[in-house]
């Protein structure tokens, strides 16, 4: 039997389970909303917020994430399940409070024979349960939780915070991390730490002190939530965390398995706008069976909800180059969406110009270009564009402005996305982008109905939610500024979606 038939087979007894019903009748409900998106991840009601646990068992990824169903104050861990990360079935909720408030972030473990979850329990600590059924639908927690209590703190922090967790194992034993700061005030003044423990049999917990300290690599007020600890190939780990100041963002560098300490190398951004408005949030990450460090985040509303609150990117895989430097891919996967395929081969854009690309429109599309900025001081794409330009998400390049000064960027502009009257300002997201002499300009962009996501050059992907308010506005044009630029190939495809209800 293939793992398609699998998995149908072992969510059949749970097709009656009142939880289950209830997620499919929400998503029926909630279809008719125009910003749904059609191949991302979304909630079936109410909030989503952190991606938590993702990892790959028995041949199958699941997904969890903090989740409150309509009428809920408390919140639990979500749950869905899927074969190729982007075909998502919902189970029942995974996580309950109870010796806690709230079940936050965590991450899980996927051993030989179970899976084991860490999450935070906000008033307890941090805590484990443990599940072993092919869909993880029983969970266990462990009697003595939290495993890591909250311990009294002097004014600066010591002995440490607890706070979102993530779990691997050793040769001697578990290590955890909980992500925190020290020394101030969240988002303020203070420095961040992940402190990290180690246990035997998960039950008794020793703190080891930080496995790495800030030292101002991000900037003052930036704290360690959300971690996510794992090599990363070339001999190196990855700390990929949140911060609540900045958003999504990453260390590289050595582990040292004997003093139990990380020495970061390098640092970068997964998020560069205003945090909590329309972009990156937290992560979850996770090696596969094939080997790929896959990385998904939530992204969050620049609107009033309406009944559903915040989506997930697409998967990403992380890897390192030869150099060093973060390779960011979205997931392979996603080429088997694609449908009604469209090919430019070249299309020279004028000094100050705009060229329509009639062939190509939609609010469901991936777009595969290679640009060569010229001399041109801006140049790129504008998707989800009306007719008469007044809604459009602008899709750019600039080049390094000065030989030996400035970065080049590349940026979403979504200020022209949407007159809405309840949209929430914010200024376009934009990242760096160094490219070498004669290097061209390749983007992959997905156009999403909300959400507008680009990896580029396979080394930045950037992240922007947006809402056209016309129906008429799923147009594409080239454009340049300053001067002369040209596309030197496109191809697009429609997407097709992977929920049933928005098919």
């Given at each position: 039997m293939d793992l398609s038939g699998q998995l149908d087979d072992l969510i059949a007894p749970l097709t009656e389970h009142d939880q289950v019903r209830r997620w499919l009748a929400s998503r029926e409900r909630l279809a008719n909303d125009r910003y749904r998106p059609a191949y991302h991840f979304?909630?079936?009601?109410?909030?989503?917020?952190?991606?938590?646990?993702?990892?790959?068992?028995?041949?199958?990824?699941?997904?969890?994430?903090?989740?409150?169903?309509?009428?809920?104050?408390?919140?639990?861990?979500?749950?869905?399940?899927?074969?190729?990360?982007?075909?998502?079935?919902?189970?029942?909720?995974?996580?309950?409070?109870?010796?806690?408030?709230?079940?936050?972030?965590?991450?899980?473990?996927?051993?030989?024979?179970?899976?084991?979850?860490?999450?935070?329990?906000?008033?307890?600590?941090?805590?484990?349960?443990?599940?072993?059924?092919?869909?993880?639908?029983?969970?266990?927690?462990?009697?003595?939780?939290?495993v890591i209590p909250i311990v009294p703190i002097d004014e600066n922090g010591y002995p440490y915070?607890?706070?979102?967790?993530?779990?691997?194992?050793?040769?001697?034993?578990?290590?955890?991390?909980?992500?925190?700061?020290?020394?101030?005030?969240?988002?303020?003044?203070?420095?961040?730490?992940?402190?990290?423990?180690?246990?035997?049999?998960?039950?008794?917990?020793?703190?080891?002190?930080?496995?790495?300290?800030?030292?101002?690599?991000?900037?003052?007020?930036?704290?360690?939530?959300?971690?996510n600890f794992w090599p990363i190939g070339n001999g190196k780990h990855m700390l990929l965390f949140f911060s609540h100041k900045r958003g999504g963002q990453y260390f590289v560098g050595d582990y040292d398995s004997t003093t139990h300490r990380f020495h970061p190398e390098r640092h970068g951004r997964m998020n560069y706008g205003p945090l909590a408005v329309g972009s990156l949030h937290a992560p979850s990450a996770t090696i596969d069976a094939s080997g790929r460090f896959l990385s998904i985040f939530n992204v969050k509303e620049s609107k009033e909800p309406n009944g559903w609150n915040d989506i997930m990117t697409l998967p990403r895989v992380l890897s390192l180059g030869d150099d060093g430097d973060l390779l960011i891919e979205p997931v392979e996967e996603l080429k088997s969406l694609r449908h009604s395929h469209r090919q430019i081969d070249s299309v020279d854009i004028a000094a100050n110009g705009e060229v329509a690309l009639k062939e190509v429109s939609g609010n469901q599309l991936e777009i595969e270009l290679e640009l060569d900025p010229g001399d041109a001081h801006e140049s790129?794409?504008?998707?989800?564009?009306?007719?008469?330009?007044?809604?459009?998400?602008?899709?750019?390049?600039?080049?390094?402005?000065h030989p030996r000064f400035g970065t080049a960027q590349l940026q979403i502009d979504g200020t022209a996305s949407s007159p809405r009257a309840d949209l929430i300002p914010r200024t376009p997201e934009i990242g760096p982008l160094e490219i070498a002499e004669g290097e061209t300009v390749k983007l992959r962009i997905f156009v999403d109905r909300s959400i507008v996501e680009v990896f580029a050059n396979g080394r930045q992907c950037l992240t922007?939610?947006?809402?056209?308010?016309?129906?008429?506005?799923?147009?594409?044009?080239?454009?340049?500024?300053?001067?002369?630029?040209?596309?030197?190939?496109?191809?697009?495809?429609?997407?097709?979606?992977?929920?049933?209800?928005?098919?």
């Open positions: 979304s909630p079936p009601e109410n909030f989503m917020n952190d991606p938590n646990g993702l990892c790959q068992w028995q041949g199958l990824y699941h997904l969890f994430y903090q989740f409150r169903q309509d009428g809920e104050a408390r919140v639990h861990w979500g749950h869905a399940v899927s074969l190729d990360l982007l075909h998502w079935r919902d189970l029942p909720m995974a996580l309950y409070p109870d010796q806690e408030h709230d079940c936050f972030s965590g991450q899980t473990l996927v051993e030989q024979d179970r899976v084991i979850a860490i999450y935070h329990g906000t008033q307890a600590g941090n805590a484990v349960a443990t599940a072993s059924d092919p869909l993880l639908v029983d969970w266990q927690k462990h009697p003595d939780n939290p915070r607890v706070f979102d967790p993530c779990i691997w194992k050793e040769d001697d034993g578990y290590y955890s991390l909980s992500g925190v700061y020290k020394d101030g005030t969240r988002s303020v003044n203070c420095e961040g730490v992940a402190h990290i423990f180690r246990s035997t049999d998960l039950t008794d917990w020793e703190h080891l002190g930080p496995l790495v300290e800030s030292v101002y690599d991000t900037e003052p007020g930036e704290d360690y939530a959300v971690p790129g794409l504008k998707v989800l564009r009306s007719p008469d330009g007044a809604e459009e998400t602008r899709i750019s390049f600039f080049p390094k402005g922007l939610r947006v809402y056209p308010e016309r129906q008429d506005s799923i147009g594409v044009s080239a454009f340049a500024r300053g001067g002369a630029a040209k596309l030197l190939s496109i191809n697009a495809w429609q997407m097709r979606s992977t929920w049933p209800e928005l098919a």
